[in-house]
Protein backbone atom coordinates (compact mmCIF):
# COMPACT_ATOMS: atom_id res chain seq x y z
CA UNK A 1 0.00 0.00 0.00
CA UNK A 2 2.53 2.38 0.67
CA UNK A 3 4.67 1.49 -2.24
CA UNK A 4 1.63 2.54 -4.09
CA UNK A 5 1.09 5.74 -2.42
CA UNK A 6 4.69 6.30 -2.77
CA UNK A 7 4.35 5.91 -6.82
CA UNK A 8 1.33 8.20 -6.94
CA UNK A 9 3.07 10.99 -4.91
CA UNK A 10 6.06 10.32 -7.83
CA UNK A 11 3.81 10.25 -10.64
CA UNK A 12 1.98 13.68 -9.71
CA UNK A 13 5.21 15.42 -8.48
CA UNK A 14 6.49 14.57 -12.62
CA UNK A 15 3.14 16.05 -13.63
CA UNK A 16 3.76 18.77 -11.92
CA UNK A 17 6.75 19.57 -13.41
CA UNK A 18 5.69 18.95 -16.95
CA UNK A 19 2.95 21.01 -16.49
CA UNK A 20 2.39 24.14 -18.85
CA UNK A 21 2.09 25.71 -15.45
CA UNK A 22 5.87 25.13 -14.42
CA UNK A 23 7.16 26.90 -17.68
CA UNK A 24 8.67 30.45 -17.43
CA UNK A 25 6.35 32.80 -17.11
CA UNK A 26 5.38 35.21 -19.88
CA UNK A 27 7.41 38.43 -19.96
CA UNK A 28 4.99 41.61 -18.41
CA UNK A 29 4.57 45.12 -19.22
CA UNK A 30 7.10 47.54 -17.13
CA UNK A 31 4.61 49.90 -14.91
CA UNK A 32 4.26 52.92 -16.40
CA UNK A 33 6.24 52.22 -19.84
CA UNK A 34 5.42 54.00 -22.59
CA UNK A 35 3.70 52.12 -25.31
CA UNK A 36 5.56 51.85 -28.40
CA UNK A 37 3.46 52.93 -31.33
CA UNK A 38 5.88 52.59 -34.88
CA UNK A 39 8.39 50.13 -35.82
CA UNK A 40 10.90 49.96 -38.58
CA UNK A 41 11.30 48.96 -42.02
CA UNK A 42 15.03 47.29 -42.08
CA UNK A 43 17.92 47.22 -39.49
CA UNK A 44 19.29 50.55 -40.17
CA UNK A 45 15.58 51.96 -39.43
CA UNK A 46 15.03 49.27 -36.28
CA UNK A 47 12.81 51.47 -33.84
CA UNK A 48 14.46 51.52 -30.33
CA UNK A 49 12.59 49.66 -27.48
CA UNK A 50 13.10 48.55 -23.84
CA UNK A 51 12.75 45.22 -22.12
CA UNK A 52 9.54 45.59 -20.09
CA UNK A 53 8.31 48.06 -22.97
CA UNK A 54 4.95 47.36 -24.66
CA UNK A 55 5.03 47.55 -28.29
CA UNK A 56 1.04 48.06 -30.43
CA UNK A 57 1.49 48.84 -34.03
CA UNK A 58 -0.79 48.63 -37.35
CA UNK A 59 0.49 47.61 -40.33
CA UNK A 60 -0.22 45.51 -43.71
CA UNK A 61 0.51 41.93 -44.25
CA UNK A 62 3.57 41.74 -45.90
CA UNK A 63 5.25 44.18 -43.95
CA UNK A 64 8.88 44.09 -42.36
CA UNK A 65 8.67 45.24 -39.06
CA UNK A 66 11.94 46.35 -37.41
CA UNK A 67 12.78 46.65 -33.33
CA UNK A 68 16.13 46.99 -31.77
CA UNK A 69 16.70 46.11 -27.73
CA UNK A 70 19.91 46.50 -25.70
CA UNK A 71 20.81 43.25 -24.07
CA UNK A 72 23.37 42.88 -21.10
CA UNK A 73 25.60 39.58 -20.33
CA UNK A 74 23.58 37.13 -17.99
CA UNK A 75 20.24 37.90 -19.50
CA UNK A 76 17.80 35.57 -20.70
CA UNK A 77 15.30 37.31 -23.50
CA UNK A 78 11.78 36.17 -24.09
CA UNK A 79 9.90 37.39 -27.56
CA UNK A 80 6.26 37.26 -26.95
CA UNK A 81 3.95 38.72 -30.21
CA UNK A 82 0.20 38.73 -31.16
CA UNK A 83 -0.56 39.22 -34.33
CA UNK A 84 -4.45 39.94 -34.78
CA UNK A 85 -6.64 39.78 -38.45
CA UNK A 86 -9.51 42.81 -38.80
CA UNK A 87 -10.62 41.53 -41.84
CA UNK A 88 -11.61 37.73 -43.21
CA UNK A 89 -8.78 36.11 -45.28
CA UNK A 90 -9.06 33.95 -48.22
CA UNK A 91 -6.63 30.84 -46.63
CA UNK A 92 -3.91 30.25 -44.31
CA UNK A 93 -0.53 32.53 -43.38
CA UNK A 94 2.49 31.29 -41.87
CA UNK A 95 4.59 33.80 -39.17
CA UNK A 96 7.84 34.28 -37.89
CA UNK A 97 9.80 36.35 -35.41
CA UNK A 98 13.71 36.35 -36.31
CA UNK A 99 16.42 37.82 -33.67
CA UNK A 100 19.76 39.42 -34.33
CA UNK A 101 22.59 40.03 -32.96
CA UNK A 102 24.98 43.30 -32.86
CA UNK A 103 26.29 41.78 -36.00
CA UNK A 104 23.00 40.74 -37.68
CA UNK A 105 23.67 37.22 -36.47
CA UNK A 106 20.56 35.30 -36.31
CA UNK A 107 19.66 33.82 -33.22
CA UNK A 108 18.09 30.11 -32.33
CA UNK A 109 14.82 30.35 -29.94
CA UNK A 110 15.13 27.44 -27.42
CA UNK A 111 11.19 28.08 -26.54
CA UNK A 112 8.52 29.56 -28.24
CA UNK A 113 6.30 29.36 -31.07
CA UNK A 114 8.92 30.77 -33.49
CA UNK A 115 7.52 30.05 -36.76
CA UNK A 116 3.23 29.24 -36.53
CA UNK A 117 0.76 28.89 -39.03
CA UNK A 118 -2.32 30.58 -38.89
CA UNK A 119 -5.78 28.85 -40.70
CA UNK A 120 -7.93 31.20 -42.41
CA UNK A 121 -10.31 31.30 -39.83
CA UNK A 122 -8.34 32.50 -36.83
CA UNK A 123 -8.97 36.23 -35.89
CA UNK A 124 -5.17 35.60 -34.50
CA UNK A 125 -1.79 34.40 -34.33
CA UNK A 126 0.40 33.47 -30.79
CA UNK A 127 4.71 33.85 -31.71
CA UNK A 128 7.73 33.85 -28.97
CA UNK A 129 11.00 33.53 -28.92
CA UNK A 130 13.40 32.47 -26.11
CA UNK A 131 17.01 33.09 -26.70
CA UNK A 132 20.05 31.88 -25.12
CA UNK A 133 20.87 33.52 -21.68
CA UNK A 134 23.56 36.66 -23.02
CA UNK A 135 27.09 35.42 -22.46
CA UNK A 136 30.06 38.34 -21.62
CA UNK A 137 32.03 36.54 -23.52
CA UNK A 138 32.66 34.11 -26.55
CA UNK A 139 34.95 32.83 -28.72
CA UNK A 140 35.00 35.11 -32.34
CA UNK A 141 34.19 31.57 -34.42
CA UNK A 142 30.78 30.76 -32.47
CA UNK A 143 27.79 32.25 -32.46
CA UNK A 144 26.41 32.58 -28.84
CA UNK A 145 24.83 35.81 -27.74
CA UNK A 146 26.74 38.65 -26.71
CA UNK A 147 26.39 41.68 -25.01
CA UNK A 148 25.28 44.61 -27.65
CA UNK A 149 22.07 45.55 -30.03
CA UNK A 150 19.78 43.11 -30.69
CA UNK A 151 17.09 43.13 -33.72
CA UNK A 152 13.59 41.72 -34.54
CA UNK A 153 12.22 41.20 -37.06
CA UNK A 154 8.25 40.09 -37.11
CA UNK A 155 7.55 39.13 -41.08
CA UNK A 156 4.91 36.85 -43.16
CA UNK A 157 6.61 34.33 -44.86
CA UNK A 158 3.88 32.06 -46.83
CA UNK A 159 0.64 33.58 -47.52
CA UNK A 160 -1.87 33.36 -50.15
CA UNK A 161 -1.47 36.67 -53.02
CA UNK A 162 -4.97 38.11 -52.44
CA UNK A 163 -4.65 38.83 -48.93
CA UNK A 164 -0.91 40.02 -49.23
CA UNK A 165 -1.90 43.98 -47.93
CA UNK A 166 -4.84 43.15 -45.72
CA UNK A 167 -4.34 45.38 -42.16
CA UNK A 168 -3.14 43.67 -39.18
CA UNK A 169 -2.79 44.58 -35.64
CA UNK A 170 0.57 43.91 -33.75
CA UNK A 171 1.29 43.45 -30.07
CA UNK A 172 4.86 42.85 -29.06
CA UNK A 173 6.70 42.57 -25.62
CA UNK A 174 9.88 41.83 -24.72
CA UNK A 175 11.00 40.52 -21.54
CA UNK A 176 14.73 39.92 -19.59
CA UNK A 177 15.03 37.81 -17.41
CA UNK A 178 18.11 37.78 -14.97
CA UNK A 179 17.70 34.91 -12.42
CA UNK A 180 19.81 31.64 -12.48
CA UNK A 181 23.34 33.68 -12.46
CA UNK A 182 25.44 33.86 -14.84
CA UNK A 183 27.38 32.01 -17.44
CA UNK A 184 30.24 30.93 -15.39
CA UNK A 185 32.57 32.78 -17.53
CA UNK A 186 35.48 34.24 -16.31
CA UNK A 187 36.18 36.55 -19.49
CA UNK A 188 34.08 40.26 -20.45
CA UNK A 189 33.75 41.46 -23.97
CA UNK A 190 35.94 44.28 -24.58
CA UNK A 191 33.27 46.63 -26.33
CA UNK A 192 29.14 45.75 -26.83
CA UNK A 193 28.56 44.34 -30.42
CA UNK A 194 26.77 47.91 -32.08
CA UNK A 195 26.32 47.96 -35.71
CA UNK A 196 28.78 50.83 -37.91
CA UNK A 197 26.80 52.82 -38.92
CA UNK A 198 29.23 55.12 -39.64
CA UNK A 199 31.23 53.61 -41.67
CA UNK A 200 33.10 56.13 -43.89
CA UNK A 201 33.45 60.00 -45.08
CA UNK A 202 31.47 61.01 -47.95
CA UNK A 203 33.51 63.58 -49.90
CA UNK A 204 32.01 67.04 -50.71
CA UNK A 205 34.44 68.35 -52.63
CA UNK A 206 37.41 67.13 -55.27
CA UNK A 207 40.83 66.88 -53.80
CA UNK A 208 43.22 69.11 -54.38
CA UNK A 209 46.05 68.44 -57.28
CA UNK A 210 49.58 67.35 -55.51
CA UNK A 211 51.95 69.89 -56.24
CA UNK A 212 54.69 69.36 -58.88
CA UNK A 213 58.34 68.71 -58.32
CA UNK A 214 60.42 71.88 -59.17
CA UNK A 215 63.84 71.76 -59.58
CA UNK A 216 66.98 74.87 -60.63
CA UNK A 217 66.35 73.45 -64.65
CA UNK A 218 63.19 73.68 -64.79
CA UNK A 219 60.32 71.29 -63.94
CA UNK A 220 60.52 67.22 -63.60
CA UNK A 221 57.10 66.29 -62.60
CA UNK A 222 56.66 65.12 -66.50
CA UNK A 223 59.08 62.37 -66.16
CA UNK A 224 58.39 58.93 -65.17
CA UNK A 225 59.36 57.70 -61.79
CA UNK A 226 62.39 55.41 -62.32
CA UNK A 227 59.57 51.96 -61.28
CA UNK A 228 57.23 52.85 -63.62
CA UNK A 229 56.24 50.57 -66.72
CA UNK A 230 57.09 53.23 -69.21
CA UNK A 231 60.59 53.26 -68.18
CA UNK A 232 60.59 49.33 -68.49
CA UNK A 233 58.96 49.43 -71.06
CA UNK A 234 61.40 51.94 -72.97
CA UNK A 235 64.31 49.75 -71.89
CA UNK A 236 62.96 46.92 -73.36
CA UNK A 237 61.97 47.98 -76.39
CA UNK A 238 65.93 49.21 -76.74
CA UNK A 239 66.78 45.91 -76.08
CA UNK A 240 64.99 44.40 -78.39
CA UNK A 241 65.92 46.56 -81.29
CA UNK A 242 69.64 46.03 -79.93
CA UNK A 243 69.27 42.38 -80.14
CA UNK A 244 67.47 42.86 -83.82
CA UNK A 245 70.33 44.39 -84.89
CA UNK A 246 73.08 42.11 -83.81
CA UNK A 247 70.97 38.99 -84.49
CA UNK A 248 71.06 40.32 -88.59
CA UNK A 249 74.46 41.08 -88.47
CA UNK A 250 75.92 37.32 -87.60
CA UNK A 251 72.83 36.27 -90.20
CA UNK A 252 73.71 37.84 -92.99
CA UNK A 253 75.43 35.97 -95.47
CA UNK A 254 78.52 37.76 -97.16
CA UNK A 255 77.49 38.72 -101.28
CA UNK A 256 79.56 36.80 -104.07
CA UNK A 257 81.19 39.07 -106.73
Same mark, same amino acid.
Given at each position: ?11 ? @? ?10 ? @? ?7 ? %? ?23 ? @? ?13 ? =? ?42 ? %? ?25 ? $??? =? ?41 ? %? ?24 ? =? ?7 ? $? ?29 ? $?
Amino acid at each position: MRTLIRSAAALA @AAGLALAPGAAA @AAPTPSPGA %ATVTKAGTSFLTATPITPGQPVRVD @ASTGDHLYWSFRAEA =GQVHEVTATVAFPKARTGASTWTVDVFDGLRRRQACTAGAQTPT %AAATATSVALGCTLRRVRPWAEPWSGD $PLP =GTYYLRLSVTDLPEPDLGLPVEVDLLVGADTEGGGSGDDGELE %APLVPNTRAGQVLTAEPAPEPVAEEE =GGLIGWLPE $PGSRWVWTGVGGVLAAVAGVVGFAVTRRPRR $P
